[in-house]
């Protein structure tokens, strides 16, 4: 256990305090997650599919041609020993091929070592698919922005966890007039990927986003908590909206590129 220390903080006995709290805290969490890990082992649905969204879709993707999709069960499950060896053995030095996600990207830097051990329990407990966690609990906007705001972290990945994206790379979300011009064409990109040329705030960025398989109280939620976050307008979307805007066919400019060879 880390020891926690404040150098230029109080005297001794308010240390001895926090460590005590500390400890009973620890005990507590590790008891918890003993409990945890017994009774239920990570399934692909549950834990897994937000992991890859956020730590690998930028590069396994459903438009990507020569590295497979994770976001796909099926390519997941096939390659999973893989899949547990690059996480984990490479990480660890144990297995000679190269570590993912790769150094020094975005993605290995913001992935927890948890996430990690997630996955590698995923795989020693036969990688089951296990079903979709029941979101439709969100019967408010305030409940839908709390939601969303816990889903944000597969977006933060790429537009940063302050919203502003990554220069040449990754636009803005954050007071994004091109997001904040049309509610519907936003659902379209997050339900459908986007690449091409597009132009926030008046800088221009030419790059992929893949499609995400979120349902559409995940879409809803997500993209209320971006709506109303980060200086945006603070419209709602609903579930409703989601469904109207995969019954119509894409704009041209949000399809993706076509499949690739391992669906
Ligand atoms: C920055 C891009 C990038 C990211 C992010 C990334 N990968 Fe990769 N991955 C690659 C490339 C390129 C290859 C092919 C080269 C190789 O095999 O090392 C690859 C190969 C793999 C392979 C080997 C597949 C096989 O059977 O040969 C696995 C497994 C893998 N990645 C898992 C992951 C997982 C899981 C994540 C997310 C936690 C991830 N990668 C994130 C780029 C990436
Ligand atoms: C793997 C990286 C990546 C992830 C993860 C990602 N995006 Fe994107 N996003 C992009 C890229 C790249 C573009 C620009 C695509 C282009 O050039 O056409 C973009 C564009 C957008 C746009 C339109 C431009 C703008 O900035 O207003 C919106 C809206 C958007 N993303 C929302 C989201 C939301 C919401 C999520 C999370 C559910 C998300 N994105 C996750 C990479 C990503």
């Known amino acids: 256990m880390n020891t926690l220390s404040f150098p230029n903080r109080p005297g001794r006995s308010h240390r001895k305090t926090i460590a005590v709290a500390a400890a009973l805290a620890c005990l507590f969490l590790s008891q918890a997650g003993a409990a945890d890990t017994t009774s239920q082992a990570p399934t692909y649905l549950g834990d897994i599919q937000p992991i890859f969204m956020a730590s690998c879709s930028r590069c396994h993707n459903q438009s990507t041609r020569f590295v497979y999709n994770w976001l796909d069960y099926q390519t997941a499950y096939a390659d999973r020993w893989e899949i547990k060896r690059r996480l984990w053995d490479s990480w660890k030095g144990s297995y000679y091929k190269e570590a993912m996600p790769i150094a020094n990207s975005p993605e290995s830097l913001a992935l927890t070592d948890a996430d990690?051990?997630?996955?590698?329990?995923?795989?020693?407990?036969?990688s089951p698919r296990g079903v979709a966690p029941?979101?439709?609990?969100?019967?408010?906007?305030?409940?839908?922005?709390?939601?969303?705001?816990?889903?944000?972290?597969?977006?933060?990945?790429?537009?940063?966890?302050?919203?502003?994206?990554?220069?040449?790379?990754?636009?803005?979300?954050?007071?994004?007039?091109?997001?904040?011009?049309?509610?519907n064409r936003a659902i379209q990109i997050v339900i459908g990927g986007r690449r091409g040329d597009v132009i926030v705030n008046g800088l221009k960025f030419n790059n992929n986003m893949p499609a995400f398989p979120l349902s559409d109280q995940d879409v809803a939620n997500v993209l209320t908590y971006v709506y109303n976050s980060f200086g945006n307008s603070g419209l709602e979307v609903t579930p409703e909206d989601v469904k109207a805007a995969r019954a119509q066919a894409p704009a041209p400019s949000t399809q993706p590129a076509a499949k690739s060879a391992f669906e």
């Open 116 to 126: 990690r051990e997630t996955i590698r329990k995923w795989v020693d407990a036969g």
């Open 134 to 183: 029941a979101n439709d609990g969100a019967k408010t906007k305030a409940e839908r922005i709390q939601l969303g705001h816990r889903l944000f972290v597969i977006c933060a990945a790429c537009h940063q966890p302050t919203g502003r994206g990554l220069p040449n790379l990754f636009p803005p979300l954050a007071g994004s007039d091109y997001l904040n011009a049309d509610k």
